[in-house]
């Protein structure tokens, strides 16, 4: 606007007349109009990372602030059905004598109270405790050899020989040995501060991640221990694989029937246990085959570990890491030949 007043006062300086010099004496008016900038600041608000669960992949509310914690549970007929079983994060079964299989359930994210039938602890127990990062142990007990071992690792001692001794009670229902109970909440309890947060055991997909190339559809896989036959199928809607133990579904007390979200059949060799002769011990510190069944499809691959202290990895045969489901897994630990596909 400045600039168009300063012109009409020229012109009118120019015209002549009575009033030229009125308009000459004058002074043009200048209007200057002053323009705030306004900035305006904006915060982009990031989600923070949701907590995982590190033994199931699956998102908490809040970080698990307590050990892993291992309970030895009887897999005999006479021990079913069991407390806990669908409440463990993950689960490995394992060979014992008379090619009858023993459970070594592991718990972080969920109780169980009560737990059991609670049976004694063997020498393969030891590889499997050892990546936990001084995990809490719960058993029965065992031979004086066993127990004698079991002071020397590193994890935090609850089973039924130690100071927990009264926190396992007899179940009247059932006959010993296959009804001594415990509770994780009060072996937690008891353990306070003790023992160390585990690390992440398994790998496990993203939301919308692909599955390797070579996986491949599949119903279920059949397992026959010598003793013990299992198999697993899976299920579209309970997108699980459904557990049946020697022809019958294998469900826990509240009648609710196994279906983890994975199942990995992890072929080792047996050896003689020190402590027992009489005992096989699973070697799982070397490499061998695996199969892996997640999300309906089976991927056969490799396991390996270098040190009793590391992990077991899972691999697709050229040395990709297998990613499962988040949520629940259960290990098989059968002698190469033990397992055949289904469908």
Same mark, same amino acid.
């Given at each position: ?15 002549? $007349? ?10 043009? @008016?200048? +209007? ?10 904006? +915060? ?5 990372? #949701?907590?995982?669960?590190?033994? +199931? ?5 809040? @970080? ?39 459970? #070594? ?17 063997? +020498? @393969? ?8 990062? @001084?995990?809490? &142990? ?36 059932? &006959? ?19 023992? $160390? ?69 992890? &072929? ?37 570990? #270098? ?29 190469? $030949? ?6």
């Amino acid at each position: 606007m400045a600039v168009p007043l300063v012109a009409v006062g020229i012109l009118a300086a120019c015209s002549g $007349g009575g009033s030229d010099d009125a308009a000459a004496e004058t002074e043009p @008016t200048t +209007t200057t109009t002053s323009t705030t900038t306004t900035v305006v600041e904006t +915060t982009t608000t990031t989600e923070p990372p #949701a907590l995982i669960a590190p033994l +199931t992949g699956l998102p908490v509310p809040a @970080t698990i602030d307590r050990p892993a914690l291992m309970v030895k549970i009887d897999a005999d007929e006479r021990a079913r059905p069991q407390w806990g079983i669908n409440q463990a994060d993950i689960v490995y079964e394992e060979i014992v004598e008379a090619q009858l299989t023993r459970l #070594a359930v592991i718990f972080h994210s969920e109780d169980s109270d009560p737990v059991g039938p609670t049976r004694s602890a063997r +020498t @393969t127990d030891f590889g499997l405790l050892a990546p936990l990062n @001084t995990p809490m &142990f719960a058993n029965s007990g065992g031979n004086s050899n066993v127990v004698n071992a079991i002071s020397g690792l590193d994890v935090v001692n609850v089973n039924h020989g130690s100071a927990a001794g009264n926190l396992y009670f007899r179940e009247n229902s059932r &006959f010993a040995p296959h009804n001594l109970l415990t509770n994780t909440s009060e072996l937690y309890a008891l353990a306070g501060a003790e023992g $160390g947060l585990p690390p992440q055991l398994l790998t496990y997909r993203a939301e919308g991640e692909d599955l390797p190339l070579d996986a491949r559809p599949v119903q279920g896989v059949d397992l026959a221990y010598g003793g013990t036959d299992v198999t697993y199928t899976w299920d579209p809607v309970e997108q699980g694989w459904l557990r049946t133990q020697n022809g019958e579904p294998h469900v826990d007390t509240d009648g609710v029937q196994v279906a983890p979200a994975n199942v990995i059949v992890q &072929f080792v060799d047996y050896g003689r246990s020190p402590a027992d002769p009489r005992s096989p011990e699973a070697i799982t510190v070397g490499e061998g085959e695996a199969w892996v069944f997640t999300d309906g499809h089976v991927i056969q691959g490799r396991w390996e570990r #270098a040190v009793a202290e590391e992990p077991i990895v899972y691999t697709t045969n050229d040395g990709t890491v297998i990613g499962l489901t988040p949520g629940k897994t259960w290990v098989a630990l059968p002698r190469t $030949g033990q397992a055949t596909l289904v469908g």
